[in-house]
């Protein structure tokens, strides 16, 4: 649980670091921020537990909320349920091997030097009763999922853009983890990440706006399917 009033110098640093946070309609900032808090993960800071980005929608300025990397890892083990979990980016010059079926085999040696351009991400987990489950996704396939999926990933202030990496290898884990048993606060941080926020100031629910994007010529998400749940409806759709 983060300290309230820590919490709140932290979402003001947030602001003074990326002034266009101050531009995004009330409602969407509202509703990343409070998202962050519930979710007990610190925004826009050097630990990378969350992200609240800046991005313009249809010309108007909005704030979308992303877990980072180590957010989700935090959130897994906090489940009490994973005895570890891990995800590793695999460059052209590594040795590296795996397959699917009744005996799943992953075999990964890095090479110490001139590895390489990244070629592909995976994930690993193990479960404190023994059970275990990886999945591997290819370099060219994360990023037409971040293309599909986060509206913000051609804005500047996006981790996509200034830590690809961390996100490719949260995005695979992400994957993986739909089949380890986590309990409800790590779905809620996955159904509400990436997506668009609102904040119903009526009831105090955060609002989930789920869209399917494209990216037009311009560089500006535009949403086509729009749904609105709560985040509690999310949890139990998940």
């Known amino acids: 649980m983060i300290d309230g009033e820590r919490f709140v110098r932290m979402c003001l640093t947030a602001l003074s670091k990326t ?10 900032f509202l509703g990343a921020v409070m998202t962050s808090a519930q979710l007990g993960l610190e925004p826009n800071t050097p630990l990378g ?43 052209e010059n590594d040795e590296f091997s795996y397959s699917y079926g009744i005996d799943e085999t992953l075999s990964h040696k890095p090479t110490l030097s001139n590895r390489g ?18 999945d591997v996704m290819s370099i060219e396939d994360i990023r037409t999922h971040a293309k599909k999926y986060s509206q913000s990933h051609n804005s500047s202030y996006s981790p996509w853009s200034n830590n690809f990496e ?39 629910d955060i609002i989930v706006i789920d869209s399917f994007i494209e990216v037009d010529s311009n560089n500006q998400t535009e949403p086509t399917e729009t749904a609105e749940t709560t985040v509690n409806e999310q949890e139990e759709k998940f």
Do not use: W
Not at 19 to 28: A, I, N, R
Not at 122 to 133: E, L, N, S, V, W
Not at 184 to 204: F, I, P, R
């Open 117 to 134: 351009n990244p070629i592909a991400v995976y994930a690993i987990f193990k479960t404190k009763d023994g059970g275990r489950g990886f």
């Open 19 to 28: 002034p266009k946070l101050g531009e995004c309609t009330v409602p969407s």
């Open 49 to 91: 537990q969350a992200y609240l980005i800046p991005y313009k929608n249809k010309g108007i300025m909005e704030c979308q909320f992303q877990v980072g990397y180590k957010g989700l890892i935090e959130l897994v083990y906090r489940s009490g349920q994973i005895l570890s979990i891990q995800s590793q980016i695999v460059y």
């Open 166 to 204: 961390e996100m490719a290898k949260k995005t695979v884990l992400k994957k993986v983890l739909k089949y380890a048993p986590i309990r409800t606060e790590y779905t809620a941080a996955v159904s509400v990440d990436e997506h668009k926020l609102d904040y119903d100031t009526a009831t105090n």
